[in-house]
């Protein structure tokens, strides 16, 4: 239960800070009053323009990052000395933060984990620099190395952020800490480089020419923020086109109705257990929603769709067809390569393919089966071992199966892709 | 290539010695800050390699700080590395390079000197914001109306295009990234100056380029889905083999429709989908029955009519294309009211299903198939015609027969990929000098 703890831990903390400069803050004042106010209008306009944060978007709200870190490590406001301290620093960030995420709130949207790490990453910033800053530390620093200590500064805060995302989200969803925490700081260079640099820009300009510069070192990462959310939702109708192009055998009569759309989330949740980064986890999902393509160039149908129990020679022939088919969607060589590798032998394999190889064989003999279904197939699964289907495979779907509340025989439906406490077991007969 | 002509080769050459006279002033200058001019024309020069290869864009924010920071013959050097060592991907590359450099030279030496003009170099070293505001824009303003002079001539000559027009859109195009490239030089230019130096200049860099890097991921991420999109439609072709093309081919029927009926943009994208994809829903139907040949029994018939509705089934899920469904359900409706899945009559069928029933009766006369001759355009419209009013709605067939009778009918044969432009790559090589 150390992941419960860890998570409280965060939470409780950041509450604490958040609460306590509020109240500080409330009681002495604010200090510097028009660049406090600068700088909250730049993070409610980041927060404002913030993108619904999808999986795949590690830092979805640039802007608002920038701007408040930028905060923190402000010293100083066009040739004169500034003196707000931590408490003020983190007071103005989690009031605004928490203003400009009532739209969210209001959308029902989680936003919890966004402000602990807004609040922490703040804090952590501001109590590194304000502190030191106010007693006249810099005072001698020539200007290029106090440029670079504020880089550094909140390089470090970044990569401090990028390991309470990863405690949150581990906490959160019950996946490895490792692979998340890979993820995350995988975004560092990306995103996360952008938001350093422009905090450290900012916090030098605003020191050097005044609050002018806030609009116009905002400009670049508004843009960015803008097209991040475009990137959000053409991706979103992309994953729909795809599950559409993956129903479309189901239409077909092809195969099972929702057996696409349960491989891939079932396949997810075996590459999570695996310890599988992002990149590879969307690729197995494309592969797995299209895994059956290739049955649409048959004459006629397999029986019941179940490619599992064919002859060898054939199932890879549907899944050399298929792999023709996703080679044109766009969804880009990888993604093809594994569902043409579907039904190799495993030692030939790319991990993705093994993994859809035994999903959708698990997936077949489930389905239609009674309650003790998931512990037969299993079974049948460790026994096609030999050459068929990959051992650590099967182990880690059959500990998905079991941890996942596998007796309590959840609706299908309730299991959206990347949702891993969902049952993946079903009644007999129960199709979507 | 090979055939550029002439006069394009005199003007470059012309370009080129206009900048050689706009940087010659700096050479006996001992007043030129040398290191700063190296430094920049340096990230110049190192950044455009990466910024070409990863994100597609060019460091414009580097020469309009030369441009801020410099005098005018000074600020015209910047360019000069970086360009003369570009990568050219086609010949004459000498030439080409030459013209890279000197155009680029000469937009920069111009955008100083306006700047320099409006005491902007005060403002900008005194850290005067609100005011330094006003010449950089000018500058910016100066330096876009400059490369686009520059190179709609350029495509006025070797390429034919009217000039006028070939610079109107250049300049449109590029005006908004370069307003936003011109804030970020201003701001490289104010904190150069500033105590903390060329370090502090550097970092302006990072978040231009990871507005690039995400801008060029949206494009790449558009691009796969329309190849998506496509790909539902290959599944088709694979099951019925006559089809090839005759999709891509309907979008396009739809979409000139759609233009000769004034629609707006975002219509007539909707249309497109709704024509690409208006026979998706033959995946549903049996292959054995697609690739029969001969006549179909009237059960058979019943099955393959089942298209349309399998269609919108499969549709159920991409929420973007709207209408387009609609478009895909009702598209074997007839105005007398005896078509099918539902029989509507006149105006109860929606108008997109109306453009694509024409678009996709005009493709299928229009091309070879197994059991069917094509026939020729005139013939096609001239059948369209007879069955107005009675299967089809007459405003789109004269709608189609006005747009082909003025542009004529080019059907495409393949499915090609329409590049999205790019606005922060105006002046890469794509709208460059093509030859």
Redesign the interface.
Known sequence: MTVRRSHVALHCAAVLLGAGSLLVTFLTGIEDRPVALAFGVLVAVGELTRPQSGPRLREAAPLGAAGSLSYALVGGHAGHPTHHGVTQVVAVVAAVSLLGSVPQLARGQAVLDHLVRRVLAVGFAAVCFQPLHNRGVFDGWSGPAYALLLLALLVLTVLCDAVVAAALAHSRTGWPFAPLLRDELRAVPGIGSAVCATGAVMALAVAVVGLWALPVFSVPLLLTQLSLRRYAAVRATYRQTIASLARATEIAGYTPAGHARRVAALSQAVGRDLGLPEPELTVLEYAALMHDIGQLSLVDPVPAGATAGLPAAQQRRIALLGGAVVRQTGAGAQVAAVVERQADPYPEQPVAARIVRVVNAYEEKVRGSGPGGPLTALEELRLGTGGEYAPEVVEALARVVWNTGAARWGNPRASAPGEPRAGWCRTTGGTV | MEGTPAWARGYAVCVALGALLCTLPSLPGARTPWWAVALLAALYAGGERIARRRFGGTLHPVLLAGAFLLAPAAAALVPLPGALFSHVERRPFLLRRVWRAAHASLAVGAAAQVHAALGGREAVAG?D??YA?LPAGAAVLVFCAALALLNGGMLALAEGLPLWRACRGLFLRSLAPLA?HG??G??MA??WL???????AL?????????W???A??HR????????????V??VD??DGYTRGHSERVGQASVLIGRELGMDESRIDMLRFAGILHD?GK??????LL?KDGPLTPQERRVIELHPE?GH????????LGEARSAILHHHERIDGKGYPYGLVGSQIPEPARVVAVADAFDAMTSTRCYSRARPVQAALEELRKCAGAQFDPRMVAALAHAIARDGWHPVVTAEEDRPAVPAQAFDDRSEVRR
């Open positions: 850290s914001v609100p505001l936003v804030l970020g201003l701001m104010v904190l500033s105590p903390y130096g060329p370090v502090a970092l302006v860099l990072f978040p231009m380029a990871v507005s890097w995400v801008f991921q949206y991420e558009r691009a796969a889905h329309q190849a998506t999109i496509r790909a539902l290959q599944a694979i099951k998706v995946l549903g139907v049996p292959t054995r690739r399998y089934e499969i549709t159920r899920g991409i929420s973007f």
